[in-house]
């Protein structure tokens, strides 16, 4: 089975632009997560979604939102950038949520 | 409200010798518990977890884990370092009676000596 994909890997944008993250989940999985992974912050969770339904949602401004299709792929929107967005986002999928989650490689986004 | 401290943000190790990386939790409800590793320019990837069966959990890699209820630990442990385990490691727990919101610790980042 082909893993969990994230496009693009790297990306730069500048204050106050938006964004947005796609993620494709492994065949099958029905689950995709969103995480921010930063230097400071460690890495926390952004949000859930189950067969098109947000299930779960951190602590995170309404910036970030999300959405996921019929056929599981994910995308992540963030809205109004600020330097302190620049961070590494992970999708998992998996197949429930206790079930094991597989991470994507990440994009990395610098905000400048 | 659940939380993970990882002891340690680096540890250091020589070739050969025994890895213990240490993670203690805090829930109110029966946990799920899970050790994570990061490669350079990847995502995680899951070495073990606790789903309340056995309490010794052995992983890929060689790596096990002990969860001790008594102590709120999952420590994570390898008889013999190689210098391939060089990475971050992440403990994560999911309250089972909540949300199901992980929480990761801060990493602990594994160097291995040769």
């Known amino acids: 089975k082909a893993g969990v994909t994230q496009t693009p890997r790297y990306l730069i944008k500048t204050r106050g632009q938006q964004v947005t993250l796609s993620c494709s989940p492994i065949?099958?999985?029905?689950?995709v997560s969103w995480y921010q992974q930063t230097p400071g912050q460690g890495l926390q969770f952004l949000f859930e979604?189950?067969?098109?339904?947000?299930?779960n949602k951190g602590n995170f401004p309404g910036r970030f939102s999300g959405r996921q299709f019929s056929n599981s792929r994910s995308e992540m929107n963030v809205s109004t950038l600020e330097l302190g967005d620049s961070a590494l986002y992970l999708c998992?999928?998996?197949?429930?949520?206790?079930?094991?989650?597989?991470f994507g490689p990440g994009t990395r986004l610098t905000v400048l | 409200a659940q939380s993970v401290t990882q002891l340690g943000s680096h540890v250091s190790v020589s070739e050969g010798a025994l890895v213990l990386l240490r993670c203690n939790y805090s829930?109110?409800?029966?946990?799920?518990l899970f050790w994570y590793v990061q490669y350079p320019n990847q995502g995680l990837q899951l070495l073990l977890k606790?789903?309340?069966?056995?309490?010794l959990v052995k992983g890929i890699n060689g790596f096990e884990a002990e969860f001790k209820k008594s102590e709120t630990s999952f420590h994570l442990t390898k008889p013999s370092a190689h210098m391939s385990d060089a990475a971050e490691y992440f403990c994560?727990?999911?309250?089972?009676?909540?949300?199901?919101?992980?929480?990761f610790g801060r990493g602990t980042s594994l160097i291995v000596h040769p």
């Open positions: 998992a999928s998996s197949s429930s949520w206790t079930d094991t989650q597989y």
């Open positions: 065949s099958g999985h029905r689950s």
């Open positions: 979604y189950f067969s098109e339904t947000q299930r």
């Open positions: 829930s109110s409800v029966p946990p799920y």
């Open positions: 606790y789903t309340s069966a056995a309490t």
């Open positions: 994560a727990v999911i309250s089972s009676g909540g949300s199901y919101i992980p929480t």
